[in-house]
Nanobody
Framework: QVQLVESGGGLVQPGGSLRLSCLAS????????MAWYRQAPGKQRELVAH???????SYVDSVKGRFTISRDNAKNTMYLQMNSLKPEDTAVYYC?????????WGQGTQVTVSS
């Protein structure tokens, strides 16, 4: 019932930028705290950033000052602006609620930062 569709990933050089989008359906989007997660090869899924229904934000230390999370409740969409990308940011990025997530994860979007 709940559908989450991530997009916007790609291959970028170190120092470059990407903007990820998350389109949600089957849920009253505006009522939920939303989050971006990522999973790098061989590592556990990590919470990257989250945003309340009213727009207050929080970030993991490793992305502070480089990433910006935002949302447009009218469009049922969440965004992640990623600047000054590093190879360590390479991962599949997913969106979901926080701190507890829906069981139905999307396919994610691949972000690869490489020279």
């Amino acid at each position: 019932q709940v559908q989450l569709v991530e997009s916007g990933g790609g291959l970028v050089q170190p120092g470059g930028s990407l903007r990820l989008s998350c389109l949600a359906s089957g849920v009253i989007f505006s009522r939920y705290r939303m989050a971006w997660y990522r999973q790098a090869p061989g590592k556990q899924r990590e919470l990257v950033a989250h945003i309340s229904s009213s727009g207050s934000t929080s970030y993991v230390d490793s992305v502070k000052g480089r990433f910006t999370i935002s949302r447009d409740n009218a469009k049922n969409t969440m965004y992640l602006q990623m600047n000054s990308l590093k190879p360590e940011d390479t991962a599949v990025y997913y969106c979901n609620t926080a701190p507890n997530s829906f069981d139905s994860w999307g396919q994610g979007t691949q972000v690869t930062v490489s020279s």
